[in-house]
């Protein structure tokens, strides 16, 4: 399993950091503490919905550190449960102390580069307990540790330590905000999501016309940026937005802009010398 996981976690380059960002203060400031984690070399934690690129912010604060060159390991807390999540973060160690970590544990595997713990809130309290010891600096060695979630839960009665009591460990934490809260960013995450489905689906880029994003800019997105990506993806699929426009319009209680004026096409402006990955 442990090798498994970690032939996975392979990716090249990521958004340019105002895609990844946008325009809002709010996440402007994200990206600041973000960098000041890197130049601290400190556990990060970055919390926030669903959908809306935790694992890209991670991907981007290890490739922004002085661990770049490391490898960047993921683990999804989510996945497992119990004894076997702990024995692939720290390995078959026998016992519970924090400086038992075995070379072929997740841990051991990122050594000299970043730990990402993805879904922590999922993890049980005798795991949230050693995993706070690391996250505290007493035994991650060389290696760092990101964690995301979506949302913790409290203690219950009888619990010793929770993920919420876990999230206190870290000297560094962001939120992202969901994509409801930043709609001034749906331009620019659009001409990136064309741009990136456009080269791996090896389709020709569509165009996208001022109606329809005006439309997914009144759309609430549950879903976050992964629900945009998802509509993207069939316009770059079909080639042409209609094929999606009555949908998404019906999905999201809009009014119906195509049957009210003809189609007004438009290219997105794309930045040419961007190079896009995973």
């Known amino acids: 399993m442990t090798e498994e996981t970690a032939r996975i976690l392979?990716?090249?380059?990521?958004?340019?950091?105002?895609?990844?960002?946008?325009?809002?203060?709010?996440?402007?400031?994200v990206r600041m503490e973000v960098e000041q984690a890197m130049r601290d070399d400190l556990p990060l934690l970055i919390e926030g919905e669903s959908g809306t690129g935790k694992e890209i912010i991670a991907r981007y604060a290890h490739l922004n550190s002085g661990r770049a060159s490391g490898p960047f390991v993921r683990v999804n807390c989510g996945s497992m449960r119990g004894a076997m999540l702990e024995k692939e973060i720290f390995g078959a160690a026998l016992g519970t102390a924090s400086h038992n970590i075995d070379g072929d544990s997740l841990i051991g595997m990122a050594e000299g580069g970043t730990l990402f713990c993805d879904d922590i809130a999922e993890i049980e309290p005798g795991l949230c307990r050693r995993l706070a010891n690391v996250v505290s600096g007493a035994?991650?060695?060389?290696?760092?540790?990101?964690?995301?979630?979506?949302?913790?839960?409290?203690r219950g009665a009888g619990e010793q330590l929770s993920s919420d009591d876990l999230s206190n460990h870290f000297?560094?934490?962001?939120?992202?905000?969901p994509l409801r809260e930043?709609?001034?960013?749906?331009?620019?995450?659009?001409?990136?999501?064309?741009?990136k489905l456009a080269q791996n689906l090896d389709r020709p880029m569509p165009r996208i016309s001022t109606d329809v994003l005006a439309s997914f800019e009144q759309w609430d997105w549950p879903g976050n940026i992964r629900e945009l990506e998802n509509w993207i993806a069939r316009i770059v699929?079909?080639?042409?937005?209609?094929?999606?426009?009555?949908?998404f319009m019906r999905q999201a209680g809009l009014r119906q802009v195509f049957a009210a004026?003809?189609?007004?096409?438009?290219?997105?402006?794309?930045?040419?010398?961007?190079?896009?990955?995973?």
């Not at 392979?10 to 960002?21: G, M, V």
């Not at 991650?140 to 995301?148: D, K, L, N, Q, Y």
């Open 10 to 29: 392979r990716f090249t380059k990521l958004p340019e950091a105002d895609q990844i960002f946008g325009r809002t203060m709010k996440m402007r400031a």
């Open 237 to 247: 699929i079909f080639g042409t937005e209609e094929a999606i426009g009555f949908d």
């Open 171 to 177: 000297a560094h934490r962001v939120h992202i905000l």
């Open 139 to 154: 035994a991650s060695g060389s290696t760092r540790i990101v964690c995301a979630s979506s949302g913790f839960r409290h």
């Open 182 to 195: 930043r709609k001034q960013d749906i331009p620019v995450l659009c001409e990136y999501l064309i741009h």
């Open 261 to 278: 004026r003809p189609h007004r096409g438009v290219h997105v402006r794309l930045n040419r010398r961007s190079r896009f990955g995973r």
